[in-house]
């Protein structure tokens, strides 16, 4: 970067987390005219965050936004500190003392549960688990998924559950070209699954799909998409709230709902059922899944802000498999406040904030900062926000020495950190090991394999 | 298929949807923005934040506005990559009344 003040010290930076807000954090601070370098540090030893484990591997052109970010990493100013978990190997007040300022981008990858009976039942799974398992993400390549059940059942109608529903959905011959993990593939390939009833707490109105990602669920081929024609009828309330042109996303969901609910035949070989306004009140089994009860429910409220009231109708619904996808939390770090509600960091615009008082050189952003919405872009806004509150708060009157303080740490502490270019051999292994598949790449799945390529 | 930027940005130029894009894929003239299809990923991130809807997946565009599917593709290969928000036009209020929005 040009142009920059040689007479003001270097602004040290430390990013935690690789995903897309950290990279876009990073970019947003290497575009300023600022002299900056960025220390960015990631759990695992392969960067991307929910772009490499969250994207689904049937959406290859959404992994374009990688490129975009080893640019960003190729920068002179930019250091990449893989297989290093901040919290335990490096505190966070440690990086306070070696950076000017700490940015946190470390996400929400801990799953709301469902505080019902049975919850705990073989076969009741989070959908992080399974993404992360048809990902090959190292913290969930040992999970095991029962397909040998007709019918699974999906908790909540967001975008990841859209996900969980195509890869169950989808026949698997469509997914061998992907970057999909070879032991998910096996698996699917064995699938038994029919049916798949995706169940929203509220009406269709607010099924939080992006129209974009529901047209895709009903195009696949050889499965059906049915809703009831009953659960399609709207209340006055949200009538008016599909009239605000704000809300023209639900009114496409809505026009192919209720062509779902006109769908009397049913072709191909699995269906998709979208149901509305039930919520699970106990998952039944003795050994392991075998029924979820549902109880009915009624939307109260004026329009805008609807809530679901349980009735005293019931549905029970005999399936193998639940995947709730019903929202996501951040992880507490130690030396970090934390909202336990809101499962996030809190903050105002990025600046974490202890109370009402600012927390000097601690910053927010991303799923951390906000919470679990949005799209990979949406990261871009929020980082560049951030970022904007770190320079305009951050001094370079103070030395920080930066990675010259924090590698004496690592090594000190016999920890094996993994270089933007190590993870590049990663990569190039990965690739090679995916070609005589006609795959982009095959994961490793487990980090002494990644290491191993290194050795 | 593509997003593509449609007339309504013409006298806003809000530019909301450049910081929401993961790829750069917005160009920019005096007038208005273009998406470059080739470097667009479909995530679909701008059009929810853009003031005045003038961003369209090519399957969801009404008919009369899909000329401009060949004038993105044209002009964001002759213009700059635009990669942050700036201003929108001085008239960007008066043409968001007249559009309803």
Known sequence: ?455 | MPHIVTDNCQRCRFTECVDHCPVQCFHADDEQLYINPDVCVDCGACIPVCPVQAIYDVVDMPDDKKPWVAVNKERASMLPIISTKQDPLPTAKARQAELGF
């Open chain 1, 1 to 455: 970067m040009s142009g920059k003040d040689a007479s003001r010290q270097t602004l040290q930076i430390a990013i935690v987390g690789s995903g897309p807000s950290g990279f876009y954090a990073a970019e947003a601070l290497l575009r300023s005219d600022r002299d900056v370098r960025i220390d960015m540090i990631e759990r695992l030893p392969t960067p991307y965050g929910l772009v490499r484990s969250g994207v689904a591997p049937d959406h290859p052109k959404l992994k374009q936004a990688i490129a975009v970010y080893d640019g960003i990493a190729r920068d002179e100013s930019f250091s990449f500190f893989g297989n290093v978990t901040a919290g335990r190997d490096v505190s966070i007040a440690e990086l306070q003392r070696t950076h000017h300022a700490v940015l946190l981008a470390c996400g929400a990858h801990e799953d709301r549960t469902l505080a019902i009976p049975g919850s705990g039942l073989a076969g009741s799974h989070s959908a992080t688990e399974f993404v992360g398992w048809y990902n090959g993400h190292p913290d969930f390549r040992h999970r095991t998924f029962d397909l040998s059940h007709e019918v699974a059942v999906i908790i909540g109608q967001g975008n990841v559950a859209a996900d969980v529903c195509r890869i169950l959905a989808k026949p698997v011959d469509g997914l061998r070209d992907s970057d999909i993990a070879e032991h998910a593939l096996e698996v699917l390939a064995e699938s038994k699954v029919k049916e798949i009833h995706v169940i929203g707490r509220r009406g269709p109105a607010h099924a939080k799909f992006t129209a974009k990602e529901l047209r895709e669920l009903a195009g696949i081929s050889d499965v059906t998409a049915h809703a009831k024609p009953e659960e399609c009828v709207l209340n006055e309330e949200s009538r008016l709230e599909l009239e605000g042109r704000a809300n023209f996303n639900a009114v496409k969901n809505l026009e192919m709902f209720g062509a779902f609910a006109r769908q009397v035949e049913t072709r191909g070989q699995r269906r998709i059922w979208f149901r509305f306004c039930l919520s699970p009140a106990a998952l039944v089994g003795r050994d392991r899944l075998e029924a979820i009860s549902f109880v009915r429910n009624r939307l109260e409220g004026p329009p805008f802000s609807q809530k679901a009231s349980a009735t005293d109708q019931t549905e029970t619904i005999s399936c193998g498999l639940v995947l709730r996808s019903i929202g996501y939390r951040g992880v507490p770090l130690d030396g970090v406040p934390f909202d336990g509600l809101l499962g996030v960091v809190p903050n105002v615009a990025g600046r974490v904030v202890y109370g009402e008082k600012p927390m000097r050189g601690l910053y927010v952003t991303g799923w951390l900062k906000r919470g679990p919405t949005g799209i990979i872009g949406t990261n871009r806004a929020d980082s560049i926000e951030t970022v904007e509150n770190l320079l305009g708060d951050a001094s370079e009157e103070e030395v920080k020495s930066g990675a010259d303080a924090l590698l004496p740490l690592l090594e000190a502490r016999r920890v094996r950190w993994v270089s933007f270019a190590e993870w590049l051999k990663i990569d190039a292994a990965e690739i090679e090991r995916g070609k005589d598949k006609g795959k982009p790449r095959e994961k490793f799945t487990r980090i002494d394999e990644m290491l191993n390529v290194l050795e």
